[in-house]
């Protein structure tokens, strides 16, 4: 909000107030309509009707405005506004809110912004009668609603706003609005073009400033100077309304600034031919100024404000400059146009010989043109090359060659086309003729070595450039060599070896590379490079060998190389050396191409299982189970029958009897043989003399001497006991014992097996 400045003027009464009524605005607001139409348009051309004016009942909103300060772009014009002209007067010290509530707003502006309920509308409208085929003015735009501060976030949602309006007199065509951001659709109002502040920025660059006090209009901010600008149709009679309002209430005032003889008619010379905008005038080029406009009575040319000997409606021009045109209409009506130009000079080149290998020696080979860069373009990155086939089209830009990268020549000595272009499309034109090299090369000896390098896999390290005093003798001085991985790649130099002097080979044991000779872009002969790798391969690959107890070992480092040296103490120079501890042994051997290399053999222990503990859970009818717990330092598998052995040291689902186990060595150190029983008892027995079934005993308890068995009744009275190899009958003290269930304790060693069976008669 702007403040007071009550104390500031009291304080000039002293001396130390500085603002003047000389630096600010001054506002008629008595001109009439036809005056302030006057005042817009700069010469006699102006064919102007039906002028009207519409704005505040009161006090005037509208007048014609005087500048006496520097700070302010327009020395003069005419202002619109949505309150009092005159208040549009600096300094900046009142907040602006003077329309009155029954001033209405404007149907068309509405439409043209894009918004609703405006209020406070001053508008100006005439025909006009442009005598060329464009038209434009300058216009500022101040609004109260450029705000500082706010008391609520719904002050920035306001907009007033500002339209240009033209649309031919005659037929029902729309309005075009005129007043936009420039180079876009978009109306030219508060929240479109706006500076960074308390409200959201919108199109800032086309945004003056927020203006303090010392200003020389009283309004918060203003854009910069905009154009509104269209074409048109000479002799065609036009409606222009320029109309600016408030929009939601009538409280913060804004105006347009119009500049005085702003409104033009414009001749169009095109665009102005910049080094900035890439498209300057390239020298030796001829462009054609066209300055025609209907019912023109003569043309002055200009350039550099120098009047040249020309007089027609059209200039050719051949350098640059600043041009400008005067077109008369009679009457002193006038029209003029301007353009600037600004000259480039072509690349200087000259003619080229681009010499390619050539592999059979008929003049016909393959062509990397892009080599020819360099040569062409004087090392200068920012030109452009293309290549055509004969001048015409180099000249004309048509057909260039397409596979520059891979060109066939059709004939020996062919002569091709280089356009070189600056980044402003300006160009040279370099004759290159395609010769090829008929050197008599020499074929180096391969490079060979030792497989060295990580792994034993036949890649290694290279050094390519070792055979360059080779490959290059007897041949010209100053020549290079590019290694590459094909011969290809090497003829038309794509894709080199970026560290020759050390080259990981890609292709193990044995590969071929290619060595091109060059000058520039120029070869002089391709030649093959053979790369030996003598690698020892999976021969020398860590070997694990098992060692049996007691038992000797022959390690065997093979028979192919020309020296061994094992690690024993003292060290060993055999091919075979015989051991009989397990541990780490390595032999270094060297090949017949000197080639050093080592291989391990890792000796690990193994021996038959000296014992066993075999772990049985018995008497469960189908269902005993035996866990056989090896002695012994070696790696065992287990088997009952010796055919099928497992890993796995435990049998399941094993009825009652005699059992052998077989603990075997996997390394072939042995097997231990055991023997064990798995116990049951039978469920019932039928004591009658019929030899089946007579007596109840427990089968293979007798093995076992230490056992013993008792029987009881059903009351816990024990009726007999016997040790592992006994059995009952079924009588006490030789007398038959019923037929019914009895129970029974096993004891074996430490171990209790309880349980019950039938007596049955």
Same mark, same amino acid.
């Given at each position: 909000?702007?403040k007071?400045?009550?104390?500031?003027c009291?304080?000039?009464?002293?001396?130390l107030?500085?603002?003047?009524?000389?630096?600010?605005l001054?506002?008629?607001?008595?001109?009439?309509?036809?005056q302030?139409?006057?005042?817009?348009?700069?010469?006699?051309?102006?064919?102007?009707s039906?002028?009207?004016?519409?704005g505040?009942?009161?006090?005037?909103?509208?007048?014609?405005?005087?500048?006496?300060?520097n700070?302010?772009?327009?020395?003069?014009?005419?202002?619109?506004s949505?309150?009092?002209?005159? %208040?549009?007067?600096?300094?900046?010290?009142?907040l602006?809110s003077?329309g009155?509530?029954?001033?209405l707003? @404007?149907?068309?502006? !509405?439409?043209?912004?894009?918004?609703?309920? &405006?209020?406070?509308?001053?508008?100006?409208?005439?025909?006009?009668?442009?005598?060329?085929d464009k038209?434009?003015?300058?216009y500022?735009?101040?609004?109260?609603?450029?705000?500082?501060?706010?008391?609520s976030q719904?002050?920035?949602?306001?907009?007033?706003?500002?339209?240009f309006?033209i649309?031919?007199?005659?037929?029902n065509?729309?309005? &075009?609005?005129?007043? +936009?951001?420039p180079?876009?659709?978009?109306?030219?109002?508060?929240?479109?073009?706006?500076?960074?502040g308390?409200?959201?920025?919108?199109? #800032?660059?086309?945004?003056?400033s927020?203006?303090?006090? #010392?200003?020389?209009?009283?309004f918060?901010? *203003?854009?910069?100077i905009?154009?509104?600008?269209?074409d048109?149709?000479?002799?065609?009679?036009?409606?222009?309304?320029?109309?600016?309002? @408030? *929009?939601?209430?009538?409280l913060y005032?804004s105006?347009?600034?119009?500049?005085g003889?702003?409104?033009k008619?414009?001749?169009?010379?095109?665009?102005?031919?910049?080094? #900035?905008?890439?498209n300057?005038?390239?020298?030796?080029?001829?462009i054609?100024?066209?300055?025609?406009? $209907?019912?023109?009575?003569?043309y002055?040319w200009?350039? @550099?404000?120098?009047?040249q000997?020309?007089?027609? %409606?059209?200039?050719?021009?051949?350098?640059?400059?600043?041009?400008?045109?005067?077109?008369e209409?009679g009457?002193?009506?006038t029209?003029?146009?301007?353009?600037?130009?600004e !000259?480039?000079? $072509?690349p200087?080149?000259?003619?080229? &010989?681009?010499i390619q290998?050539?592999?059979?020696?008929d003049?016909?080979?393959?062509y990397?043109?892009?080599?020819?860069?360099?040569?062409?373009?004087?090392?200068?990155?920012?030109?452009f090359?293309? =290549?055509?086939?004969n001048?015409?089209?180099?000249?004309?830009s048509?057909?260039?060659?397409?596979?520059?990268a891979?060109f066939?020549?059709?004939?020996?000595?062919?002569?091709?086309?280089a356009?070189?272009?600056t980044p402003?499309?300006?160009?040279s034109i370099?004759?290159?003729?395609l010769?090829? %090299?008929?050197?008599t090369?020499?074929?180096?000896s391969?490079?060979?070595?030792?497989?060295? =390098?990580?792994?034993?896999?036949?890649?290694?390290?290279?050094d390519?450039?070792?055979?360059?005093?080779?490959i290059l *003798?007897?041949?010209?001085?100053g020549?290079s060599?590019?290694?590459?991985?094909?011969?290809?790649?090497a003829?038309?130099?794509?894709?080199p070896?970026?560290?020759?002097?050390?080259?990981?080979?890609?292709t193990?044991?044995? *590969?071929t590379?290619?060595?091109?000779?060059?000058?520039?872009?120029?070869c002089?002969?391709?030649?093959?490079?053979?790369?030996?790798?003598?690698?020892?391969?999976s021969d020398l690959?860590?070997?694990?060998?098992t060692?049996?107890?007691?038992?000797?070992?022959?390690l065997?480092?093979?028979? %192919?190389?020309?020296?061994?040296?094992?690690?024993t103490n003292? $060290?060993q120079?055999?091919?075979?050396i015989?051991?009989?501890?397990?541990g780490?042994?390595?032999?270094t051997?060297?090949?017949?191409?000197?080639?050093?290399?080592?291989?391990?053999?890792?000796?690990?222990?193994?021996g038959?299982?000296?014992?066993?503990?075999?772990?049985i859970?018995d008497?469960k009818?189908?269902?005993?189970? +035996?866990?056989?717990?090896?002695?012994?330092?070696g790696?065992? !598998?287990?088997?009952?029958?010796d055919?099928?052995?497992?890993?796995?040291n435990t049998?399941?689902h094993?009825?009652?009897?005699?059992?052998?186990?077989?603990?075997?060595?996997?390394?072939?150190?042995?097997?231990?043989e055991? @023997?064990?029983?798995?116990?049951?008892?039978?469920?019932f027995?039928?004591?009658?003399n019929?030899?089946i079934n007579?007596v109840?005993?427990i089968?293979y308890?007798?093995?076992?001497? #230490?056992?013993e068995?008792?029987?009881?009744?059903?009351?816990?009275k +024990?009726i007999?006991?016997?040790?592992?190899?006994?059995?009952?009958?079924g009588?006490?003290?030789g007398?038959?014992?019923p037929?019914?269930?009895?129970?029974?304790?096993?004891t074996?060693?430490?171990?209790?097996?309880?349980?019950?069976?039938?007596?049955?008669?």
């Amino acid at each position: 909000m702007k403040k007071s400045l009550l104390p500031l003027c009291l304080l000039g009464l002293f001396g130390l107030c500085k603002v003047t009524a000389q630096q600010h605005l001054q506002v008629n607001d008595s001109y009439s309509a036809e005056q302030l139409v006057n005042a817009l348009i700069d010469n006699s051309c102006a064919q102007v009707s039906n002028i009207n004016i519409q704005g505040s009942h009161g006090n005037k909103s509208y007048g014609h405005f005087t500048n006496g300060s520097n700070t302010f772009p327009f020395t003069n014009g005419i202002v619109l506004s949505t309150g009092f002209a005159t %208040s549009a007067t600096g300094p900046n010290n009142s907040l602006l809110s003077e329309g009155s509530t029954d001033w209405l707003g @404007d149907n068309d502006l !509405e439409i043209a912004l894009g918004v609703s309920n &405006t209020i406070n509308a001053t508008v100006l409208e005439f025909d006009f009668i442009p005598y060329t085929d464009k038209i434009s003015f300058d216009y500022i735009f101040s609004s109260e609603q450029y705000l500082t501060s706010i008391t609520s976030q719904n002050q920035c949602n306001y907009t007033d706003g500002f339209a240009f309006l033209i649309k031919e007199a005659s037929g029902n065509t729309p309005y &075009t609005n005129l007043a +936009v951001v420039p180079d876009t659709n978009i109306p030219v109002k508060v929240n479109t073009v706006r500076g960074l502040g308390v409200c959201p920025s919108a199109n #800032e660059q086309y945004f003056d400033s927020f203006n303090d006090f #010392e200003h020389p209009t009283n309004f918060n901010g *203003q854009t910069v100077i905009l154009q509104a600008k269209t074409d048109v149709m000479p002799g065609t009679t036009y409606h222009i309304k320029l109309v600016v309002a @408030d *929009q939601g209430n009538n409280l913060y005032d804004s105006a347009i600034f119009l500049g005085g003889g702003s409104f033009k008619n414009v001749t169009d010379l095109g665009a102005d031919r910049l080094f #900035e905008t890439n498209n300057p005038l390239c020298s030796g080029e001829t462009i054609q100024l066209n300055a025609f406009t $209907p019912n023109a009575t003569g043309y002055k040319w200009y350039k @550099d404000d120098v009047l040249q000997p020309v007089t027609s %409606s059209t200039y050719n021009i051949t350098s640059g400059g600043n041009y400008s045109v005067i077109v008369e209409f009679g009457l002193g009506c006038t029209s003029t146009g301007k353009i600037r130009i600004e !000259e480039s000079n $072509p690349p200087v080149v000259s003619a080229y &010989t681009l010499i390619q290998c050539d592999d059979n020696n008929d003049g016909i080979t393959t062509y990397n043109l892009d080599l020819a860069y360099n040569m062409v373009t004087n090392n200068d990155t920012s030109l452009f090359v293309y =290549y055509y086939l004969n001048m015409n089209d180099a000249q004309t830009s048509s057909n260039h060659i397409t596979n520059t990268a891979s060109f066939h020549n059709s004939t020996p000595n062919q002569i091709i086309y280089a356009q070189v272009m600056t980044p402003y499309s300006c160009f040279s034109i370099s004759p290159i003729t395609l010769v090829t %090299s008929n050197n008599t090369l020499i074929t180096p000896s391969p490079i060979d070595s030792c497989d060295d =390098y990580g792994t034993d896999d036949g890649i290694t390290i290279f050094d390519l450039t070792q055979r360059e005093s080779q490959i290059l *003798q007897n041949l010209p001085s100053g020549l290079s060599l590019q290694y590459f991985i094909s011969a290809n790649d090497a003829l038309l130099a794509i894709n080199p070896i970026a560290d020759p002097q050390n080259f990981i080979n890609t292709t193990p044991g044995h *590969q071929t590379i290619y060595a091109r000779i060059y000058s520039s872009g120029d070869c002089y002969g391709i030649v093959p490079i053979e790369l030996l790798v003598y690698s020892f391969g999976s021969d020398l690959n860590d070997e694990e060998i098992t060692l049996c107890e007691n038992k000797t070992l022959i390690l065997d480092a093979g028979n %192919s190389y020309t020296s061994y040296e094992w690690s024993t103490n003292p $060290p060993q120079y055999s091919q075979r050396i015989s051991i009989n501890e397990p541990g780490n042994y390595s032999v270094t051997v060297t090949n017949n191409h000197g080639c050093a290399g080592t291989k391990n053999f890792i000796i690990t222990p193994s021996g038959k299982a000296t014992g066993a503990n075999v772990i049985i859970d018995d008497f469960k009818g189908e269902n005993n189970i +035996v866990t056989i717990e090896p002695v012994g330092n070696g790696n065992y !598998e287990f088997s009952l029958d010796d055919k099928n052995y497992q890993d796995i040291n435990t049998f399941n689902h094993l009825p009652s009897g005699k059992y052998k186990a077989y603990i075997r060595d996997k390394n072939g150190c042995g097997t231990l043989e055991l @023997d064990f029983f798995i116990l049951d008892y039978p469920r019932f027995f039928t004591p009658n003399n019929d030899t089946i079934n007579d007596v109840w005993t427990i089968r293979y308890l007798n093995f076992i001497s #230490e056992a013993e068995v008792y029987i009881f009744d059903r009351y816990g009275k +024990v009726i007999t006991g016997f040790k592992g190899s006994g059995s009952w009958d079924g009588t006490l003290n030789g007398k038959p014992l019923p037929a019914t269930d009895y129970w029974f304790v096993i004891t074996i060693n430490s171990r209790s097996i309880k349980g019950h069976f039938s007596l049955m008669r």
